[in-house]
């Protein structure tokens, strides 16, 4: 089953860019890659996801690489509201998610 | 349109007893999922549902039951609670499987069980 590494935890400054990498070297290639987001004392919200391409929302950006072994979450400026775990997140048993341990962002006013 | 509810929201338990934690989703999913999350840990699959009538094992099943009757809920049993499943218990759905296609998961606020 494909498996996710991320750094344990990042500090940015508010109203700075943030980018938050993500390695899922064993990704197969019809995988979607997923990120989400979890609040303190709350479940998981969407954020954004991918396949091949960079996408673009609302909330943030996700680049990919070209041989889709790693991807970046980038928040273009990081608020206290962005004070999260994020997930990086590819399809598992079931066509379920595997969840790592995230990144914890800790924004800095 | 009230997303994933989960009920209750805490709950304390003596070990031995049993319980259902419930979720309930009005967004006509057919994929429902119950996830628990231990402190300072990601999000780990007890169970999953691909549809009403179909349940299937996650990575960690034991001591839990499920069942799926009707599209918008999806029980999860507690049989003999034990300390070690003192956690907090999330549900999700989905419209289709994360990987086939292009599709969002919802989750719950989730269910904060403790187990003495």
């Known amino acids: 089953d494909a498996k996710t590494t991320q750094p344990n935890s990042m500090e940015s400054n508010e109203e700075e860019p943030v980018h938050l990498p993500c390695n899922h070297s064993t990704i197969s290639g019809t995988d979607y890659i997923h990120w989400y987001r979890q609040l303190p004392s709350q479940g998981p919200e969407y954020v954004i996801h991918g396949l091949t391409s960079n996408v673009n929302n609302r909330m943030a950006s996700l680049a990919i690489a070209e041989d889709r072994k790693s991807s970046t979450l980038i928040l273009h400026r990081a608020t206290l509201r962005d004070a999260a775990v994020y997930y990086c997140i590819l399809p598992n048993t079931g066509n379920q998610f595997y969840f790592g341990t995230g990144t914890s962002l800790t924004v800095i006013p | 349109n009230a997303g994933v509810t989960q009920t209750p929201k805490f709950q304390v338990l003596k070990t031995g007893q049993s319980m259902t934690l419930q979720c309930a989703q009005d967004?006509?999913?057919?994929?429902m999922s119950w996830y628990r999350q231990d402190p300072g840990m990601g999000l780990r699959l007890i169970h999953y549902?691909?549809?009403?009538?179909?349940?299937d094992q996650g990575e960690v099943p034991n001591g839990y039951n499920v069942s799926r009757s009707t599209t918008e809920d999806f029980p999860l049993r507690l049989l003999s609670a034990a300390p070690s499943q003192t956690s907090v218990y999330f549900c999700?759905?989905?419209?289709?499987?994360?990987?086939?296609?292009?599709?969002?998961?919802?989750f719950g606020q989730g269910t904060r069980l403790t187990v003495v």
């Open positions: 967004m006509n999913h057919e994929y």
């Open positions: 999700a759905s989905s419209l289709t499987g994360v990987a086939v296609r292009s599709t969002e998961a919802f």
């Open positions: 549902s691909v549809g009403a009538g179909i349940t």
